[in-house]
Each structure stands twice: as C-alpha cells, then as structure tokens.
C-alpha cells in the first residue's frame, strides 16, 4: 500500500484546527511525522520539546482553516 502523506498532512493541519486555542496554538496530539512534514513544510513551529502545542505560522493558520472548511463544513443547501 502507497500512502499518500500530502493527503495525510493535509487532514491533520485540518484536525489541528480543532484544538485552536490562544488565536494562534493547538495541541500537538498527532503523528509525530506528520507533524514534522508540516513544520517542515512552514506551517506550524517545531512540535519538539515540551510544550504540549504548537504555534501555527500565518500561512499555516489560512491553509488549516481552508482545510478545516473543505473537509469538515457541511455547506448550506
């Protein structure tokens, strides 16, 4: 089986939009590596350390509340 981990990395910056708090943190309850792909990526602060959440950046908040919308908002009929 081939995983695509875009995609994957792509539902967890949506996931991390769920435990939002503090304008700019969420809690950093995920797969480790997909959670490094995403700092790597620019989107959230190194989820290393102790801290039990991560800072997203600006680019990182937008694309997790887009993606927040596309997967998880049912639109109005």
Same mark, same amino acid.
């Given at each position: 089986?081939? +995983? /695509?981990?875009?995609? +994957?990395?792509?539902?967890? %910056?949506? @996931? @991390?939009? @769920?435990? %939002?708090?503090?304008?700019?943190?969420?809690?950093?309850?995920?797969?480790? /590596?997909?959670?490094?792909? %995403?700092? =790597?990526?620019?989107?959230?602060?190194?989820?290393?350390?102790?801290?039990? #959440?991560?800072?997203?950046? =600006? =680019?990182?908040?937008?694309? #997790?509340? =887009? @993606?927040?919308?596309?997967?998880?908002?049912?639109?109005?009929?």
């Amino acid at each position: 089986m081939t +995983i /695509d981990n875009d995609r +994957i990395d792509d539902a967890v %910056l949506a @996931l @991390l939009h @769920l435990g %939002l708090h503090d304008k700019f943190r969420a809690w950093k309850g995920f797969d480790w /590596d997909a959670m490094n792909r %995403l700092y =790597e990526k620019g989107y959230i602060s190194d989820p290393v350390g102790k801290a039990k #959440s991560v800072v997203f950046t =600006e =680019e990182g908040m937008r694309r #997790s509340e =887009e @993606l927040f919308r596309i997967m998880f908002v049912i639109k109005a009929e």
